[in-house]
């Protein structure tokens, strides 16, 4: 029994466990919020400039090719093994469809910026685009975003890249990811130990979400 | 447009506005009881963590309302969205996990028992524990408390046993007991708000474990909008306007508030006087509200001649340790280990004042509450993920499979927060919420004292913990603040010069304008506050009754 940090569990996230918020150490997006003022604000973004008839796309918030980094991205984030992996789970797909919610738009438009950055950096660097690389490259790449100092723009996108891909994993099946509710699974969630009844609950339509009936 | 006048507006129909709408309605007030959230039905309570925790169902997005948040006075201001509560019918109640904790008579006089530590704004209040009894006797009886009156060191006078007996427990809590015994501390059972059986026309608890941070999808949890709410529409007395965000609080030539000014779900201004008004947005909303209803009067707000609206603005110390068991080296010794239950129900109030012995003396100190970790899989996939140096890929997925093996028991503290001169809330003009009014500004500058206190509850925390030997054991914050736990901003008190409310919580300055929310408190006490703060609306809904029928308002 170990008194300091032990190797796993981990501890926590700085920012988001120093103070309670009303729901249950979630803040936004997990520190979002902050970064937001500590950074120039957003400017507002002409959606032509992204997802205008030039670029081609076939998703609901992103360019195909942002979408194909994204996915290569959470793939290595939550690798397939002898369990499933965030693509098999939906989580890109999850992404591109949480980005497209009205109310997320400052969301969506620092996580294309950030999506945008780990393109260049890849072509820059390797001169291939991200989801070309090897695996290694690809980790090597994301190290830098995670390793990034607070308040910088990587460890921003690192943040929003995680607390999305999270969702993607653990959040209630109507949104689009966590598929078959496999990715609960991968944390013991939902099996009688961490909840009496079905996780899914029941679900209605309200404001700022996108659900269906489940 | 404007509406014809009623006796009452109350603002805000969480712990503190639902109490009063009720009690004024069962006199023969006519109340309006304005909500800037949505009244949703129970149906829209689901487990999704993604529409309740993670968007805007509870909580406002941060660029659209925001809070300010600094830490010191020279800070730059954040962006946040701390220091909400759930902007919905029922505010708070609805996402709390209803630890239904009295206040102790030690906390109504912090100062002439424990002295105020220089550098604090420590006062004693205007009324004691005694005042208070009844109307915690009413409270628990009214919305249904389920718990069993244990004896403890620290534990407050009662008079009778809680309306309901205790939730069923997780057998977890023998072994906090059985460790507090080794020990020699006495955890004692929680008191939730929560019905353990059926009780007046609500459902008992089905023990879905998501309640804390959700809403109550069965109405066992005993919310505002559960239980007083619905007896309150009853009278017929009540008609309660959701989506409608207060403005300002207009003022009469004879300095008497005249009218609540309000943008209603469409975006419209509208204008609903009232012979009375009653203001319960949160300690940092209904401070803000005030500093915002600015006249040529009050330039700085209403009711703030002593310029002390928004000032002693205080929270609730937290500090947080966790400890994980793991399920499968424990098959053979605790084979109940994964029972599903999701209540622990025990706290501990040895600590409640620290002993003169301790190095820190005889200093407040307060509970410590132990639970389980919340029904959050989201929020603790990031934690998983942030955790320490972060980690991705491999070493994530062992992280996974390490906690998917693991019972994390874990506590939080409710430390005495000492008020201070610094702490407090204030509007922010040039940063504009989606209604265009004043954001509320938070600068934190918290007392030297407080931090060690909170780690020396850590610590006995921890100790207990130690004793249930654990797998691990870890801390996770020590310096930390609860900011659903709200108080301060309009003190109570006999002194005009030195309080914003008389003791009935009535301004002093204004004479039918009250605050019934945590603002009134001076000192946060050591327990988390809704109880008290709905027994303190039905104190002062009687007081302003009887002032009613006596002619004096």
Redesign the interface.
């Known amino acids: 029994?170990?008194?300091?940090?032990?190797p796993?569990?981990?501890?926590?996230?700085p920012e988001?466990?120093?103070?309670?918020?009303?729901?249950?150490?979630?803040?936004?997006?997990?520190g979002?919020?902050?970064l937001?003022?500590?950074c120039k604000p957003s400017e507002p973004k002409k959606s032509e400039a992204t997802v205008g008839p030039a670029l081609e796309t076939s998703h609901r918030s992103l360019t195909n090719d942002e979408y194909d980094t994204l996915a290569a991205a959470v793939e290595?984030?939550?690798?397939r093994?002898e369990?499933p992996g965030a693509i098999d789970l939906g989580v890109p797909e999850y992404i591109d469809r949480?980005l497209a919610?009205p109310?997320l738009s400052?969301v969506r438009d620092d996580f294309v910026r950030g999506t945008e950055a780990l393109m260049r950096r890849a072509r820059a660097q390797h001169d291939r685009p991200f989801p070309a690389l090897a695996p290694e490259i690809q980790?090597a790449l994301?190290t830098e975003f995670?390793?990034s100092p607070a308040g910088s723009g990587e460890q921003h996108y690192w943040?929003v890249l995680?607390?999305l891909?999270?969702?993607g994993?653990?959040?209630?099946p109507?949104?689009g990811g966590n598929r078959a509710g496999r990715?609960?699974e991968?944390?013991?969630?939902g099996q009688?130990?961490?909840?009496?009844?079905d996780?899914?609950?029941?679900?209605?339509h309200?404001?700022?979400?996108e659900?269906r009936k489940g | 447009m404007s509406f014809s006048e009623v006796d009452v507006v109350v603002v805000g129909s969480g712990a503190g506005g639902a109490p009063m709408a009720l009690q004024l309605a069962r006199a023969g007030l006519k109340v309006v009881l304005l909500e800037k959230g949505p009244r949703y039905s129970e149906a829209e309570f689901t487990h999704d963590e993604i529409a309740i925790s993670r968007r805007n169902f509870f909580m406002p997005l941060p660029w659209d309302e925001p809070h300010l948040w600094r830490v010191g006075q020279t800070g730059k201001y954040a962006r946040t969205n701390d220091a909400w509560t759930a902007n919905c019918v029922g505010g708070g109640t609805v996402h709390m996990s209803g630890f239904f904790y009295r206040l102790k008579p030690v906390d109504f006089r912090m100062k002439s028992m424990l002295g105020a530590p220089a550098g604090s704004t420590v006062v004693d209040w205007p009324i004691r524990y005694e005042d208070l009894l009844p109307y915690y006797e009413q409270v628990e009886e009214e919305i249904g408390v389920s718990g069993v009156v244990t004896n403890h060191p620290w534990a407050e006078p009662r008079r009778k046993p809680y309306p309901l007996p205790p939730l069923d427990e997780h057998p977890i809590a023998r072994e906090i007991d059985r460790a507090g015994k080794k020990i020699g501390v006495h955890p004692y059972p929680t008191a939730r708000a929560i019905n353990s059986r059926p009780y007046r026309g609500r459902a008992g608890c089905i023990y879905c474990v998501f309640c804390g941070s959700y809403g109550c999808e069965s109405g066992a949890k005993s919310s505002t909008h559960s239980t007083l709410i619905p007896l309150a529409l009853q009278t017929g007395k009540v008609e309660l306007r959701p989506r409608c965000m207060a403005r300002s609080v207009e003022v009469s030539a004879d300095g008497r508030a005249k009218s609540v000014v309000y943008i209603d779900e469409k975006g419209e201004l509208q204008e609903q006087p009232a012979r009375i008004v009653v203001v319960s947005c949160t300690a940092v909303e209904s401070a803000r509200l005030l500093l915002n209803s600015r006249s040529p009067r009050w330039p700085k707000g209403l009711a703030n001649d002593s310029g002390l609206v928004g000032k002693n603005l205080s929270f609730s110390g937290f500090g947080r340790s966790r400890a994980s068991f793991r399920i499968s080296k424990r098959k053979q010794s605790w084979p109940w280990l994964d029972d599903p239950a999701p209540f622990v129900q025990r706290s501990l109030s040895d600590h409640y004042v620290l002993p003169a012995s301790t190095k820190l003396g005889s200093r407040k100190g307060g509970a410590i509450g132990f639970l389980w970790e919340h029904p959050a899989p989201i929020s603790q996939g990031i934690v998983l993920a942030q955790g320490g140096r972060g980690a991705f890929g491999k070493e994530l997925k062992e992280r996974f499979h390490v906690f998917r093996d693991s019972k994390v028991l874990q506590f939080e503290t409710y430390a005495e927060w000492l008020p201070t001169a610094g702490t407090s809330v204030s509007v922010e003009d040039s940063v504009l919420d989606r209604y265009g009014l004043p954001v509320a500004a938070i600068t934190i500058d918290r007392h030297p004292a407080d931090l060690p206190v909170t780690r020396y509850l850590i610590e006995r925390g921890e100790d207990l913990l130690r004793a249930m030997e654990p797998d691990a054991l870890w801390r996770v914050t020590e310096a930390g603040e609860t900011t659903i736990l709200q108080h301060g901003t309009c003190r109570f008190g006999n002194d005009p010069a030195t309080s914003v409310l008389d003791r009935d919580c009535r301004a002093h300055t204004v004479p039918n304008l009250y605050v019934v929310d945590g603002s009134f408190m001076p000192t946060s006490g050591g327990n988390p506050n809704t109880l008290t703060i709905m027994a303190n609306s039905y104190r002062v809904a009687d007081r302003l009754v009887q002032r009613v029928k006596s002619g004096k308002l």
Not at chain 1, 8 to 13: I, K, R
Not at chain 1, 17 to 30: A, K, L, P
Not at chain 1, 206 to 209: A, E, L, M, T, V
């Open positions: 029994m170990s008194e300091t940090l032990p796993t569990p981990p501890d926590v996230a988001e466990m120093t103070r309670r918020n009303f729901i249950e150490h979630v803040g936004f997006m997990s979002t919020a902050l937001y003022a500590a290595r984030i939550c690798p093994d369990e949480a919610t109310t400052h980790d994301l995670k390793s943040t995680i607390g891909t999270m969702e994993l653990f959040g209630d109507v949104h990715g609960w991968l944390i013991g969630f009688g130990r961490r909840g009496c009844v996780p899914s609950g029941h679900h209605h309200h404001d700022g979400c659900t």
